[in-house]
């Protein structure tokens, strides 16, 4: 069966209106990379496993790859290259850097969305790590990865609670 | 890859949700969560011409206890189960609530409970889904309704097997039934898996009463080692009357071994083992909290 029914869509994304015409059949990770121009929407297995296309869909961790396009209207989306606001992604990005948090990249947008969450949630330390082994870093840099969110979280209590 | 084409339905109200069903029946597919039907379409395993999305009827996400029965509307998504704020309202036995968030916790991870669905699950009736498990030991109903009207199935004679069930294509399972258990009830659950957030090769779920230290009434499951989860009746019936000192004891490894056994299907002696780990672990657990 061809595409001949297109959905209109809309959406937010990172605070900005998207309207878009798109086939049912493409996930939200497939729109965001390929007619909203995010380069963190990363397609990884396409099975919900690695979590690379994690994308934060009114506000919770959601797997891109499992969410067709069409199912996202009128949501608030936000990705890696915003995050849930400057601040905090200035601060994930640095912790990131830091604790060199990153090899190839291909996993860490979708790291960085777990690890806003983990920030707004305030979430413990061990509650962070669980929420962390949802995704999967085939490089294997879990250790920088945990000590950049741990880092966050420190900091975090350092100033008390607040944005 | 991407998915084959498909007619994507966004019915608003139960009824229009039923009606597509209805029109459609083989050629539809309920998309509920979508955690276990969309990866099967990335792979185009499962090929739907038609796709019913659930996820604007308000009506199947509510969460009421009603005449001491929590219903569970099936669109409630699993990490709802292990939120205070979700859950709190309800006021559940705090043993019974405690368990919910724990089992729900065990659900593959963060992302994937935040959108998969009770009623999505118990649909897949995967031997491996901890609700599953639940609803054998709790003696759950599922409310089942098509065009042509409603009925109510006992979970446990709903499932005929490793992913089959007396759903038709055009019924929708709507809501979960559970009888509130009483609040004495104490609970174990113990699971044990390849890997953290992979699903479990074995499981097992026990409820007990303690009186005098000795166990008053139990009830015992295991899933993900068998095609569908069982009780454990003989092992039940041993345990009954026995001091809860038992627990532990090589008495109850051996009767345990020899129940997870008559299960039997084919004989695998590793997840046999681990049947019996996670049994006499649940057992334990149950009779200590």
Redesign the interface.
């Known amino acids: ?3 001949t ?1 297109l ?1 209109t869509i809309s959406f937010t994304l990172n605070g900005v209106t998207q309207r878009l015409r798109v ?5 939200l990770t ?1 729109v965001l990379g390929q007619e909203c121009g995010m380069k963190s929407a990363h397609m990884g297995c ?3 496993d690695c ?1 690379s296309c ?1 994308v934060s869909v009114d506000g ?4 891109g ?4 396009a ?2 996202a209207d009128g949501a608030d989306i936000r990705t890696a290259e915003a995050l849930a606001n400057p601040d905090s992604l200035a601060a994930i990005r640095n912790a990131f850097k830091k604790h060199r948090a990153i090899q190839c990249g291909y996993c860490t947008p979708g790291f960085m969305v ?1 690890a806003d ?1 983990i920030l707004r949630n305030e979430l413990s330390l061990d509650q962070a790590i ?2 962390l ?2 995704n999967l870093c085939r490089c294997t840099g879990y250790s920088p990865i945990v000590s950049a969110v741990a880092d966050l979280l420190a900091a975090r209590a350092e100033r008390g609670s607040g944005p | ?8 339905h ?1 019915p608003s109200g139960l009824h229009h949700a039923l009606e597509l069903l209805s029109r459609h029946k083989a050629d539809a597919a309920i ?1 509920a969560g ?2 276990s039907l ?2 099967r ?3 185009r395993q499962a090929t739907p ?1 038609n ?1 019913v ?1 659930l ?1 604007r009827i308000a009506d199947l996400s509510k969460l009421a206890v009603v005449n001491d029965v929590l219903e569970i509307g099936a669109m409630v998504r699993h990490q709802s189960f292990c939120c205070e704020a979700a859950i709190g309202f309800l006021s559940l036995p705090s043993g019974f609530a405690e368990l919910l968030g724990r089992m729900a916790d065990t659900i ?5 409970r ?2 998969g669905t009770i009623g999505g699950s118990l649909a897949n009736a995967s031997p491996k889904a901890q609700w599953a498990l639940l609803s054998f030991l709790l003696d759950a109903d599922i409310v089942i309704e098509n065009a042509g009207g409603t009925r109510c199935e006992r979970y446990t004679q709903f499932v005929k097997g490793d992913g089959r069930t007396t759903l038709k294509p055009d019924d929708l399972i709507t809501n979960v039934r559970i009888k509130v258990p009483p609040a004495e009830w104490r609970y174990g659950f113990a699971q044990l898996a390849p890997q ?2 992979r699903p479990a090769s074995a499981f097992a779920l026990v409820a007990i009463t303690l009186e005098d230290a000795r166990v008053r009434d139990c009830r015992i499951a295991i899933g993900a080692c068998t095609p569908v989860p069982c009780r454990l009746h003989a092992l039940e019936d041993w345990l009954s009357g026995r001091r809860a000192s038992v627990s532990g004891s090589d008495d109850l490894v051996e009767i345990a071994a020899a129940a997870v056994r008559q299960q039997g299907g084919e004989s695998q002696p590793y997840i046999e083992h681990l049947a019996v780990v996670a049994t006499t672990r649940a057992i334990a657990q149950a009779v200590e909290c």
């Open positions: 069966m061809e595409d029914e959905h086939a049912a059949r493409r996930s497939d396409g099975q919900g979590g994690t919770v961790p959601i797997r790859c499992l969410l067709f069409v199912q777990l969450y669980q929420t082994s949802a | 890859m991407y998915p084959a084409s498909f007619r994507y966004r998309l979508g955690q969309v990866p379409m990335n792979l011409e796709i999305d996820n593959g991870n963060l992302p994937i935040l959108r953290p957030n």
